[in-house]
Every structure is written in structure tokens, then in C-alpha cells.
């Protein structure tokens, strides 16, 4: 039977031991009392040790601790407790041993696998730090705490999964397993750079967990550094070529850094082994049409469709291929899918937009209009956007960028010549001007390249304050050195893109008209096209488009108003502080006049005239935008005029637009950003 004497000093025990992590002077000073009372306790005298090793008492807890050791020999919480005590006093070699014991004694203590491969590490010894770091991942589904973030992640609690693992952390700052979880906690919520950092620490001590190589290799591909990408996909395939998953990661990957040929033959390998799987015969299909195999990208579409019937994603690829027809039987196969209850958002929107295609092409266009909206306002739920915010962002452009700003900077930058960007509003003949420019021998054609916005975003993190600072406001302060850089990296950064060795090479991002004033800092001697579209006609194509990315503004009438007419505003501006500096080409008139249209666009580019530069539709390059087929054909006057057949349901769009509309393709005079109510 329990004695009170005993239960007393088992319940003062147990108080010391919740006091540790906290309050480890209380902790020892309750195991104290009861060695006072009883002497000799081993209990308390491990408290008392444990204590000593969080108060960095390193050699008082040795001192206690080693004899404990020696004389019971089986107790694997003394081993790891003397390791600590002994790191802290730098016998590092001496911890290793203690450590090894307590492994012995207890194969899964996790916390024992974590300190001997941090003391690995720290000794220079990769090799065992790799070993012991991945042994410490494999048991850590039974760490308590571990569990607890890890169901709160799935269950989308994430302050509490960052709560949970940031306390890990402070207890064990080198657990990488709470580590490659705070990295996919950052990565969700939009903090790449950070995951990204989260997972290099990790692998530089765990160059093994290929867990975490892998999301890295996946949040590098979200942030548009493909060929960093690749070369995690290819370390961890060097380890598990046949790893089908990874073989698809690296398809899609190579198809964003243009190398079409092999991504084509990387998915034909997995669908060799894994026919059934429609999400990879998609990816397939949209590398063929991207490589002008249209026919065999139709065929993979419908292979998609056959393999999973609700797969809207798979519909509106072959809707937006433009050149595809729908038939009877296809409508009625798309509202039979739309009527399922299980159907969630995401198809439910790719269905609307794909049925949209469908209806217009057979002239039901009250209900194509109404499919186009629903698809948009399902899309703007999952987008938000604020329009008032986006106009004082054009604001602080202008006021920014202008002619004091650039006469202070003249001479400033990279000079190198090499890029041509075309920008502008989406869908407004961006990609025809692209198509003719990379019919010239002199000229690349690569893709919308992220790189300025990646720039832009790394300056406003200069601030400090990035979710709130302007980046032109860290622009204006930088010495004129520092531009040069920015054109320097902007080159570093869109090189893997250029594949041809030619001297000019096409950037197509159309939102870069945003940074025209970031653009000629730092390139002064880059051309930038401005490719112009008749509002309703553009802004209406944009309405019927289901962007994979991006173009948040698009997704409603009045929205896409006020972008348009920001848009005009902030290129008259650059028109009046750099005059001369923007060369426009409109649509209309490109179809109107093309050989003279062409024949201006080379001369602003300095290329001598080239007929092939009228043959554009000819050019078997790749294409990565949704007008690729368009472009693969003569241009065509029908699609000038197909937005009146829509005028009815356009008013919310005319509104928005205002002057900008009535005065097209005039600017309005005095054309100014009023208050958005």
C-alpha cells in the first residue's frame, strides 16, 4: 500500500516535471525539497539535472547526472539528459556515446535520434547527421505535439498549426520535421520565400528527406524558379526513377522552361505505366497544343474526359483551344454534369465557361452570356479584388514615375538591348504581335515571363512592410548602381527561357504595363509594345476567358471597366513623361493594314523588314498562351465585331469604362483616376 510519505513525494515529482519546460528553476528547486527529504532520490536527481540543462548549468548537471549514469546504467531518459549536459560543456564526443547508449537501451527515442544528429552536424559529420535526422522523421508521427499540427493543418486551423509548431521549434529549433511543416504552413499561405528558406535549412542538415525535397522542388515551381525546380526533381528521380509522380512534377516543370520535346516524352513514359490517370493525360494535352500538335492535344483532352466525365478542367481546354466545335452530344453531356450535386466549384466554373464556348459558337448567346457569368462569379469568389486599391496603385505609378524621376536616372541601368516586352490588357492581340515578331530570325519568342513582377515583389520586402509598401516608393530611393543590378537580375532571372541564342527575345507578360517605369529604369534600351484592343471587344474576350492565373480584375464587368481605364491612364502618362519611349499598335489597325503595321513595329525594334514577319501563321514555335491557335492562323477580321452580338448585357462594363469608351482610340483629354464609390 501507498504511503502518504510516498504519495507526497511522487506528486511533488510529478509538479517538477511540468515545471521543466517552463520553469526550470522551480522545477529544481521543487526537486531540491525532495532530496532533502529523501536523499538520494534518482528521480529527483534527474529532474534536478534536467533543470541544470535548461538553465544552461551545463557542469552542474553533468556533475549530478554522470554518477546517476553509472549506476543505473538501463535508464534511457538519464543517457539523453548526460548528452545534453555534455554537449553543453562541448564534449561532443562524450554526448555521441551517451547517446548511442540511450539508442541502444530505446532504437525509437526520437529525442535522442534529434540531438546525436545535431551534434552530427555540428561536427562536420553529414553523413551520420543525415542518418539520424531522417531516423528522428520516420518516429515523429508519434510525437504528441507533432500530431496536434499536423490535424490542424488538415483541418485548416493554420494559426493554431503555426502556435503549435513555432513552441516545437523553441524547444528543439533543428526538429526538421516541424520545420518541413512550417514550411507547407508558409507555402499556403502565400509565404513562398519563406517555405523556400524553411526547406533549404532543412535539407542542409537532411539532405536525405526527400519529403521536403520535394516541396521544395514544388513551392520553387510556384514561385516560377523552374530551373531550380528541376534540378531538386532530378536529385530526388536520381534516387527513385521510378517514382511516376515525380516523372509528372518533372513534365510539367520542363514545360515551363519551354523544353516541350522532352516534357512530351516525360508524359508519354507515365501514361505508359499509368493510363488511367486523367489529370496527367490534361498536362499531356496542354503540352501538345502548346507544341502545335492540336490534334493529338484534342485527343488527349478527350481521353481525359472519357477517363473522368466531371473533369471540368478537361472541357474548357478544349474550349479554349478556340478552333474546337462543340457538338450536340457535348452540350448535353456538360448540363448533365452541371446538374450533379457533387460537383464542386472549381469544375462547376470550368464547366460554365466551356458550355459559354459552346452555346456562342451555336448563337445562343443570352444563354452563352449566362454561363460566361456564372462561370466569372464563381471564379470571383475564389479571386477577390478591389478596384479602389488597384486605382491608387495607379496612382502612386504616376506620381512616382515622372519626368523628374527619369531625368535623374538618365544614363542609369543595364543597357544591354536584348528584351522586347509587349504589354497591355490581356486579350488584345499580345500574342499575334509576339507571333510576328518571333517570325524574324533575330528574334525569340519565349512567354509571359514572370520575372519583373518577381522583382517588384522583392522590393517592396526591402521596405520591411511588403503587404503594405509600394514598391515604387523603395524604387525611388535606390542609387543608380542598384538599377543596373535590377536589369542585370532581370536577365539572370528570364535566361533559361532563352533557348535560341538569338539576340532580342519577347517578353509577353501583358500586366507589365504596370512597371513600365520599373522597365525603363532599369532597361533603358529594351523596347516595350503596347498592344491596344477596342475596349468592349477586349474587355468582353477577357470576360469569357478562364485565366489558369492571375487577372483577378477580369472576372466581373464593372471590374474590368476601371482596369481598362487605368490601364490608358497610366500608358498616357508614360506617353507624356517619355515621349515617344512606348511604341502602340491596335488591333484594328493590325488587321486593317498588316504589312504596314508590321513594317512600323520591326523599324521601332531597329530589324530590318522580313516577309516571313507576314507569314507569322507559318511559324511552328511554341506557343503557351490561350491564342495559340489563333495565331497559327491568317488574321482574320470576324473576331472584331463579336462582342456586339453580346452589347444587350455589357451596360455595367460601358459604364466603367466611360470616356475611355466614347473617345476611343483617342486618350480622353485630361483623362483622371476619380474615386471608385
Keep these: 500500500m501507498q504511503t502518504a510519505a510516498t504519495a507526497g513525494v511522487e506528486a511533488a515529482l510529478a509538479h517538477a516535471l511540468r515545471l521543466l519546460e517552463s520553469q526550470p528553476d522551480l522545477a529544481a528547486r521543487q526537486a531540491q525539497e525532495v532530496l532533502t527529504s529523501v536523499p538520494g532520490h534518482p528521480a529527483a536527481i534527474l529532474i534536478q539535472g534536467m533543470a541544470a540543462n535548461a538553465l544552461g548549468q551545463f ?8 554518477p546517476l549514469a553509472q549506476a543505473q546504467p538501463a535508464a534511457v531518459q538519464l543517457w539523453l539528459a548526460l548528452a545534453r549536459a555534455q554537449a553543453g560543456l562541448g564534449q561532443r564526443a562524450a554526448a555521441r556515446t551517451s547517446l548511442q547508449r540511450a539508442l541502444r537501451l530505446q532504437p525509437d527515442a526520437l529525442d535522442a535520434w534529434l540531438t546525436l544528429a545535431d551534434l552530427a552536424f555540428a561536427d562536420g559529420d553529414e553523413e551520420a547527421a543525415d542518418a539520424a535526422y531522417l531516423r528522428h522523421v520516420q518516429g515523429s508521427a508519434r510525437n504528441p505535439s507533432l500530431l496536434r499540427a499536423a490535424d490542424a493543418l488538415a483541418q485548416g486551423d493554420l494559426p493554431l498549426a503555426e502556435t503549435l509548431l513555432r513552441e516545437r521549434l523553441a524547444r528543439q529549433p533543428a526538429d526538421v520535421a516541424a520545420l518541413r511543416m512550417l514550411a507547407e504552413l508558409a507555402a499556403r499561405l502565400g509565404r513562398n520565400e519563406e517555405a523556400i528558406n524553411l526547406l533549404e535549412h532543412v535539407l542542409l542538415r537532411a539532405p536525405g528527406f526527400d519529403a521536403a525535397r520535394q516541396n521544395l522542388a514544388a513551392v520553387l515551381n510556384r514561385g516560377n524558379r523552374h530551373a531550380e525546380a528541376l534540378a531538386e526533381i532530378d536529385q530526388l528521380l536520381a534516387r527513385d526513377p521510378g517514382n511516376q509522380s515525380l516523372q509528372n512534377m518533372r513534365a510539367v516543370v520542363l514545360g515551363k522552361l519551354g523544353d516541350f520535346d522532352n516534357a512530351i516524352a516525360t508524359y508519354e513514359g507515365v501514361l505508359a505505366k499509368l493510363p488511367q490517370q486523367w489529370q496527367v493525360w490534361l498536362g499531356y494535352g496542354h503540352a ?97 479584388y478591389d478596384a479602389a486599391m488597384a486605382r491608387e496603385r495607379t496612382r502612386r505609378a504616376i506620381r512616382t514615375s515622372n519626368t523628374a524621376f527619369f531625368a535623374a536616372r538618365a544614363g542609369s541601368g543595364c543597357p544591354a538591348p536584348d528584351p522586347i516586352f509587349v504589354v497591355g490588357m490581356p486579350r488584345a492581340g499580345s500574342t499575334l504581335i509576339e507571333q510576328i515578331l518571333a517570325s524574324h530570325p533575330q528574334v525569340e519568342g519565349t512567354m509571359e515571363l514572370p520575372a519583373v513582377i518577381a522583382i517588384t515583389r522583392e522590393l517592396r520586402q526591402r521596405d520591411g512592410n511588403p503587404e503594405t509598401t509600394s514598391y515604387h516608393d523603395v524604387l525611388a530611393q535606390l542609387p543608380p548602381a542598384e538599377l543596373a543590378a535590377l536589369g542585370e537580375d532581370y536577365l539572370r532571372r528570364t535566361r533559361p527561357q532563352r533557348r535560341e541564342g538569338k539576340p532580342l527575345f519577347i517578353d509577353k507578360m501583358p500586366n507589365n504595363f504596370a512597371h513600365v517605369g520599373l522597365i525603363h529604369a532599369m532597361l533603358p534600351n529594351a523596347k516595350i509594345i503596347d498592344a491596344r484592343r477596342h475596349p468592349l471587344a477586349c474587355c468582353f474576350s477577357n470576360f469569357k476567358q478562364h485565366f489558369a492565373r492571375g487577372q483577378a480584375f477580369s472576372y466581373d ?82 473576331g472584331l465585331a463579336q462582342w456586339q452580338r453580346f452589347e444587350p448585357w455589357l451596360g455595367p462594363l460601358k459604364q466603367a469604362l466611360g470616356p475611355v469608351l466614347a473617345d476611343y482610340p483617342q486618350v480622353p483629354a485630361g483623362a483622371g483616376l476619380p474615386e471608385l464609390g
Design 59 to 66: 557542469g552542474h548537471a553533468e556533475a549530478v547526472l554522470r
Design 288 to 384: 501538345l497544343k502548346t507544341a502545335n500538335r492540336t490534334e493529338d492535344a484534342v485527343a488527349a483532352y478527350r481521353r481525359a474526359i472519357a477517363l473522368q466525365p466531371g473533369f471540368g478542367s478537361a472541357w474548357w481546354s478544349l474550349a479554349n483551344l478556340k478552333t474546337v466545335r462543340f457538338d450536340a452530344g457535348d452540350i448535353a453531356a456538360m448540363r448533365v454534369q452541371l446538374t450533379r450535386g457533387d460537383l464542386d466549384d472549381d469544375a462547376r466554373l470550368h464547366f460554365a465557361f466551356a458550355l459559354g464556348k459552346a452555346l456562342e459558337d451555336a448563337g445562343e448567346d443570352a444563354e452563352a452570356f449566362a454561363q460566361y457569368a456564372q462561370g466569372n462569379a464563381l471564379r470571383r469568389r475564389q479571386l477577390p
Design 557 to 638: 464587368l464593372a471590374d474590368m471597366g476601371h482596369y481598362y481605364a487605368d490601364y490608358v491612364a497610366l500608358m498616357a502618362h508614360f506617353d507624356a513623361v517619355l515621349p515617344g519611349r512606348v511604341h502602340r499598335v491596335f488591333y484594328e489597325d493590325m488587321v486593317a493594314d498588316t504589312e504596314g503595321q508590321v513594317r512600323a513595329l520591326l523599324d521601332y525594334c531597329g530589324l530590318a523588314f522580313d516577309p516571313r514577319c507576314l507569314r507569322f501563321f507559318e511559324n511552328n514555335r511554341a506557343v503557351r498562351t490561350a491564342s495559340s491557335e489563333q495565331v497559327r492562323r491568317p488574321i482574320y477580321r470576324e
